[in-house]
């Protein structure tokens, strides 16, 4: 039996902690973060294996040293927020418990994300004999994990073509607001556009690249190519790879509303002095901005319809291949209070959790988690609620210009 401590009490900690709490591997979950009420609310909503609660400030290394031994962890998920990657992986190396997160490290002050500074921990988790595992959400995650699956089942080791596709096909029913940590979210999508081919990185600017797609659970979707994280460790972990590419879809109400934030400021990290009564007060615009919006758990009661998040990849033979999974909004609400990409996220972490504390994943080191065996990962995204479907598609790769239509024939 083991013990978790879950970092973060927002949509994707609320999913773990529901799903942990279904593993039969762990007797006791903890859940540790910024504010205390929230960490109550799920410890009432989940019940009997959360034992305790506390508040937390992620940032502070000591602290976090406290909480894990406090709890006795046998895996740290961390899913609070990017900027607290570095100062929990060092309280696992110093406690020697394993690290898990959903996102890359990213500074505060600087827009940019890479692996690169976590990677730089990787000596100090070999020599100390401890996993950190690294991107285990759905994207990256999931996406990742498939890719490992098609190496390992389809391609000979060697996968070529690969496209990402992530469609949020659901309706949440007001007029802006985003699905995960607004902060995190619009740092994302206002970076330049990245894709990886024959050898060298290119960039495009941010949503200059569209494509329709067709997708199952959702329908016809415009997709927009983005920088995501899981591209930067597939390249290394798989040199065959001789293109990846990245999509998402966004309604033309989000567009909007983004193209009005940035144009008035509110989407810069750089702090402005406000003058309240007198008062000289620094903030940082992006900052206020998440303060206004609905918290991203807070979605669920309404949101309507489905997401479909899934890989198209071939390799030598050049045929392409469909694996994918579609989740409906409202059956994640019915199981956890919250709606379909925090489910994505938090079930994908509490599957890495139990992997680790199993053994069935271990190699000290930071890894990533196409390094590992997909097989039982694969299997248990399918007990654990997240059936996925693998598709040939009977056709080669599709290039820029086709629309792309994955629906089942
Ligand atoms: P939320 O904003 O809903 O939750 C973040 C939580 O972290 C909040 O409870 C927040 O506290 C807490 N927190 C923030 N700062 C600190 C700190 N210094 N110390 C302790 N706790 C802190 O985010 P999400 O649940 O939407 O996302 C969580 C993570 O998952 C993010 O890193 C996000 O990028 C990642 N993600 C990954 C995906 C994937 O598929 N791989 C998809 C979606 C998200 P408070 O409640 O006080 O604000």
């Given at each position: 039996?083991a013990r978790?401590?879950v970092?973060?009490?927002?949509?994707?900690?609320?999913?773990?902690a529901?799903?942990l709490?279904?593993?039969?591997?762990?007797?006791?979950i903890r859940?540790?973060?910024?504010?205390?009420?929230?960490?109550?609310?799920i410890q009432?909503d989940v019940?009997?294996?959360?034992?305790a609660?506390?508040?937390l400030?992620a940032?502070d290394?000591?602290?976090?040293?406290r909480?894990i031994t406090a709890?006795?962890?046998d895996?740290v998920?961390?899913?609070?927020?990017p900027?607290?990657?570095?100062?929990?992986?060092?309280?696992?190396?110093?406690?020697?418990?394993?690290y898990?997160?959903?996102?890359n490290y990213?500074?505060p002050d600087?827009l940019?994300?890479s692996?690169?500074?976590?990677?730089?921990?990787h000596?100090?988790?070999?020599?100390?004999?401890v996993?950190?595992?690294l991107?285990c959400?759905?994207d990256?995650?999931?996406?990742?994990?498939f890719?490992?699956?098609?190496?390992?089942h389809l391609?000979g080791?060697?996968p070529?073509l690969v496209d990402?596709?992530d469609?949020?096909?659901?309706d949440?029913?007001l007029?802006?607001a985003?699905?995960?940590?607004?902060?995190?979210n619009?740092?994302?999508?206002?970076?330049?556009?990245?894709?990886y081919?024959?050898?060298?990185w290119?960039?495009?600017?941010?949503?200059a690249r569209?494509?329709?797609m067709?997708?199952?659970?959702v329908?016809r979707a415009?997709?927009?190519?983005l920088?995501?994280?899981?591209?930067?460790?597939?390249v290394?972990?798989?040199?065959?790879?001789?293109?990846?590419?990245?999509?998402?879809?966004?309604s033309?109400?989000?567009l909007?509303?983004l193209?009005?934030l940035?144009?008035c400021g509110?989407?810069?990290?750089?702090p402005v002095?406000?003058?309240l009564d007198?008062?000289?007060?620094?903030?940082?615009?992006?900052q206020?901005l998440a303060?206004?919006?609905?918290?991203?758990a807070?979605l669920?009661?309404?949101?309507t319809g489905?997401?479909c998040?899934?890989?198209?990849?071939t390799g030598?033979?050049?045929?392409a291949?469909?694996?994918?999974?579609v989740?409906?909004h409202?059956?994640?609400?019915?199981?956890t209070?919250t709606h379909a990409?925090?489910?994505?996220t938090?079930v994908?972490a509490?599957?890495g959790a139990?992997l680790?504390v199993t053994?069935q994943?271990?190699l000290?080191?930071?890894?990533?988690?196409?390094?590992f065996?997909?097989?039982?990962?694969?299997?248990d995204?399918?007990?654990?609620g997240?059936?996925?479907?693998?598709r040939?598609?009977g056709?080669?790769?599709?290039d820029?210009?086709?629309?792309?239509?994955?629906?089942?024939?």
């Amino acid at each position: 039996m083991a013990r978790a401590l879950v970092i973060g009490a927002g949509g994707a900690a609320r999913v773990a902690a529901h799903a942990l709490a279904k593993m039969e591997e762990f007797d006791d979950i903890r859940i540790a973060s910024r504010t205390l009420e929230k960490c109550l609310k799920i410890q009432a909503d989940v019940g009997g294996k959360v034992s305790a609660v506390s508040q937390l400030d992620a940032n502070d290394k000591d602290a976090v040293v406290r909480e894990i031994t406090a709890a006795d962890a046998d895996v740290v998920v961390h899913l609070a927020l990017p900027y607290q990657n570095l100062s929990i992986m060092e309280a696992c190396l110093e406690t020697g418990v394993p690290y898990l997160d959903t996102a890359n490290y990213e500074a505060p002050d600087l827009l940019t994300f890479s692996y690169s500074w976590q990677w730089d921990y990787h000596d100090a988790f070999e020599k100390a004999g401890v996993t950190a595992l690294l991107g285990c959400g759905f994207d990256p995650g999931v996406t990742s994990v498939f890719v490992a699956w098609a190496a390992k089942h389809l391609f000979g080791g060697k996968p070529k073509l690969v496209d990402i596709v992530d469609c949020n096909g659901g309706d949440h029913g007001l007029p802006f607001a985003t699905n995960f940590n607004l902060e995190i979210n619009l740092r994302e999508v206002t970076l330049p556009g990245w894709y990886y081919e024959d050898g060298r990185w290119i960039k495009t600017p941010p949503f200059a690249r569209k494509s329709f797609m067709r997708l199952p659970g959702v329908g016809r979707a415009p997709m927009y190519l983005l920088n995501h994280e899981e591209m930067e460790s597939l390249v290394k972990n798989f040199p065959s790879i001789e293109r990846i590419r990245f999509w998402m879809s966004f309604s033309d109400e989000y567009l909007t509303h983004l193209r009005v934030l940035q144009n008035c400021g509110l989407t810069s990290i750089e702090p402005v002095t406000v003058n309240l009564d007198g008062r000289a007060v620094e903030i940082v615009p992006l900052q206020f901005l998440a303060a206004l919006m609905p918290e991203p758990a807070s979605l669920g009661d309404g949101y309507t319809g489905k997401v479909c998040i899934g890989n198209v990849m071939t390799g030598e033979d050049g045929q392409a291949h469909f694996v994918y999974c579609v989740k409906d909004h409202q059956a994640c609400v019915t199981a956890t209070g919250t709606h379909a990409v925090p489910f994505t996220t938090g079930v994908p972490a509490a599957i890495g959790a139990k992997l680790l504390v199993t053994g069935q994943w271990s190699l000290p080191g930071t890894r990533n988690v196409e390094e590992f065996d997909p097989d039982p990962f694969m299997e248990d995204l399918k007990v654990c609620g997240l059936p996925w479907e693998h598709r040939e598609l009977g056709k080669p790769h599709f290039d820029w210009e086709e629309e792309l239509d994955l629906l089942p024939r």
